[in-house]
């Protein structure tokens, strides 16, 4: 089955400085590749997502990019602000338009923003 | 438009014992999913429901149970608790199955004594 792993566990950054988190998947059938930001004891909530028709996706201060030949993605966030502090997920899931929408999460990035 | 919803939010319980949590989804959405997170690590597959079939089952135990109704929400059921089932259990609802956005519930947690 598919197994992602993502890195790094810790990332500290001084606010205005950029964020950048990997992660490396094993299915090379997997081509739809969301990330979720996690609050403390809230839900995972999706900021970003990308399929593997796209090498590159940006939405504000957020961009992720994937090189399916390496089969690995990150996230990059730019400017950062205390308020980004939270646990981000990336994830791997399988064919779009199949039914079986099983998503494989990493193990987590607590990203602490110091203002 | 509501969110995923998903009921009880905490709840303790003793080994042995049985429970059940429960999931509406968007409306809309014809898939749920199931997910088990354990404090300090990303939420692991459980189930995967579309149109009322199971489409997909994680490595858990058959002590696990889940099922979706007409109107697609859905329950989980566990059996015979262990210590080491407390965790977050989260639902997700997306349109359909794999390759579209899945929305989380904000979770039940589930804790036992």
């Known amino acids: 089955g598919e197994n992602v792993e993502q890195h790094p566990s810790t990332l500290s950054v001084q606010e205005g400085d950029s964020a950048v988190i990997k992660c490396t998947y094993s299915?090379?059938?997997?081509?739809?590749f969301p990330w979720y930001k996690q609050e403390l004891g809230k839900r995972p909530q999706l900021i970003i997502d990308?399929?593997?028709?796209?090498g590159e996706k940006k939405d504000q201060r957020i961009a992720v990019t994937l090189n399916k030949t390496a089969k690995h993605f990150s996230l990059h966030i730019t400017e950062t602000q205390p308020e980004d502090s939270a646990v981000y997920f990336c994830?791997?899931?399988?064919?779009?338009?199949?039914?079986?929408?099983?998503?494989?999460f990493g193990q987590g990035t607590i990203l602490t923003v110091h203002p | 438009d509501a969110g995923v919803t998903q009921s009880p939010t905490h709840l303790i319980k003793t080994r042995g014992q049985h429970v059940t949590l429960r999931c509406s989804p968007i409306s809309g959405h014809k898939s749920v999913s199931w997910y088990q997170q354990v404090l300090g690590q990303g939420p692991q597959f459980i189930f995967q429901y579309y149109e009322k079939e199971e489409r997909g089952r994680g490595n858990f135990p058959d002590r696990f149970s889940a099922r979706q109704f007409p109107n697609y929400s859905s329950e989980l059921n566990v059996n015979a608790l262990l210590l080491g089932d407390s965790a977050l259990y989260l639902c997700?609802?997306?349109?359909?199955?794999?390759?579209?956005?899945?929305?989380f519930g904000q979770g039940t947690r589930l804790t036992v004594v």
């Open positions: 997700a609802s997306s349109l359909e199955g794999g390759g579209t956005e899945a929305f």
């Open positions: 994830a791997a899931s399988g064919t779009p338009g199949t039914s079986y929408g099983k998503l494989t």
């Open positions: 990308i399929r593997s028709n796209v």
């Open positions: 299915d090379s059938a997997s081509n739809y």
